[in-house]
């Protein structure tokens, strides 16, 4: 356990805890390494002026103009530390990248996700990502022109935006964000233990799960980069726990995932309206609903919850296993199984908190292409047992809990039949009894636009990296 609260932390990019929601607009620009000294000078002059917001300093009470964090790709970091980059030290995932066959296979990124038709991404010829929060989008993006420029060491590419509705709801119109794992350490998890002890034991998680350096749900370290002895001459980082003569380059900072989601919103709800005009009882939002597994407000559709928005995490779908409520293969069950994966609850729930992570994504709207989406961030200790497996194994699994032909009905990539393979592009709905409703034909209402793996470093790594000879 951390001996200083994880919120307020001067070593961890505040990102990761906050999502500066208090900044309504952010930018994602993706730059390139140019001039490695340059890129060093600017990066230490940042760490100097404390331009990076910490986990510390975004938690104090004064608001400030705009926030700036900062992560990388394996090239950027191979770039910085030059001979004192350790490969074998970082999961495969993030040092392959996103757009591998394999991969693309496993994450669905096939027929209209196929990352050939990515705008961003689809070559992963990027060293890293800066991330600009601000009152306006201009401000977010003016932010991102001052810094990354030839005078610092960097070439900005493209740059994708992202914003905070006011409803806090997502493209689709149901309420966002509602989920998360609340991580030991923290001010609320110390305030929920107390206060709804039934929260915490449903979605507490170690801090390992989203936070390298600490115990995850294994009670062991997770796997964590490391550098040599050399490439950190100020001495600035501990030594690494499992390599001594080696530094450990991970402490305090986190892999994060980035994926930019198009929604058709229209397209969604016309057909909602179709299905429900063919006469089964569902309203276009009752079906929308079912499909979400939320009601759009984000009121829980599994029973004996209670009423109000504090109750809408107090379940474990333990009470709803043949799906009547809350049908099986909606997208909150495959996302998030709470206690149903395997017959023992409570061993299922602590299954399903090794594959929680923390989100924080934002919508966004792209008038000249025309569409609306999701920006998708979020944060894990390890890209394959987190996002990897509940993107592949849960999310575009064709027989999750014993369901056939069918996957998530929200992010999930469906398949039309051909070369001798059915069709994966069903849903359905649970009824009393045996009886059932089965939704046939269904498209993807979600096409991945771009998408990349960073490492967010802990300030020290930053240092380190700002210095590295």
């Not at 693309?104 to 961003?120: F, H, I, M, Q, T």
């Not at 600009?132 to 022109?145: I, N, T, Y």
């Not at 233990?193 to 350096?213: I, Q, S």
């Not at 908190?353 to 944060?379: N, S």
């Amino acid at each position: 356990m951390a001996s200083i609260g994880l919120t307020e932390h001067p070593d961890i990019q505040g990102l990761l805890f906050r999502g500066y929601t208090d900044h309504a607009h952010a930018g994602y620009g993706l730059f390139r390494i140019r001039g490695r000294r340059a890129f060093q000078a600017w990066l230490t002059g940042l760490l100097d002026r404390e331009q990076v917001t910490t986990a510390e300093s975004s938690s104090r009470k004064e608001v400030a103009d705009s926030h700036l964090n900062i992560a990388f790709t394996a090239s950027g970091l191979q770039k910085l530390l030059d001979a004192g980059s350790i490969a074998d030290s970082f999961e495969p995932a993030f040092i392959e990248g996103m757009v591998q066959e394999h991969r693309s296979r496993l994450l669905g990124d096939v027929e209209a996700n196929d990352p050939k038709a990515w705008r961003w991404g689809r070559r992963q010829d990027f060293d890293g990502l800066l991330m600009g929060f601000a009152h306006s989008r201009q401000a977010a993006d003016d932010l991102l022109a001052a810094h990354l420029t030839a005078a610092n060491g960097a070439d900005r590419g493209i740059t994708v935006f992202g914003h905070l509705d006011g409803a806090g709801t997502e493209s689709f119109g149901f309420a966002d964000g509602i989920s998360q794992p609340i991580v030991e350490g923290t001010k609320l998890y110390n305030d929920r233990l107390h206060t709804r002890p039934r929260e915490v034991a449903l979605h507490g998680v170690p801090v390992g799960e989203v936070l390298l350096g600490y115990p995850d749900g294994s009670g062991r370290l997770p796997r964590s980069p490391a550098t040599s002895a050399a490439s950190d001459p100020r001495g600035v980082l501990p030594p690494h726990w499992e390599w001594p003569e080696r530094r450990d380059l991970g402490r305090n900072g986190s892999f994060l995932v980035v994926r930019q989601l198009a929604q058709d919103k229209d397209g969604f709800w016309r057909l909602m309206e179709a299905m429900a005009a063919e006469g089964a009882g569902e309203s276009a939002i009752g079906l929308a609903e079912k499909m979400v597994g939320r009601r759009k407000d984000g009121g829980a559709l599994a029973p004996a919850t209670g009423a109000g928005p504090d109750h809408n995490n107090l379940f474990d779908f333990d009470d709803d296993r043949q799906g009547q409520h809350c049908p099986l293969g909606s997208h909150i069950r495959r996302s998030n199984p709470r206690a149903t994966g395997s017959d023992t609850p409570d061993g299922s729930l602590n299954v399903t908190k090794r594959h929680r992570m923390i989100r924080r994504g934002r919508g966004y709207a792209d008038d000249e292409q025309g569409e609306v989406g999701l920006q998708f961030l979020c944060f894990n200790a390890s890209i394959t047992r987190q996002f990897e497996f509940v993107q592949g194994s849960w999310c575009n699994n064709p027989f999750f809990h014993g369901l056939q032909r069918e996957v998530d009905p929200i992010i999930g990539t469906v398949r039309p039949a051909g070369r001798g393979l059915a069709s994966i592009d069903r849903f359905t709905i649970p009824r009393a009894g045996s009886y059932r409703r089965l939704l046939a034909g269904l498209p993807s209402f979600v096409t991945v636009k771009g998408g990349g793996y960073f490492f967010m470093p802990a300030i020290a790594a930053l240092r380190c990296l700002a210095a590295a000879p």
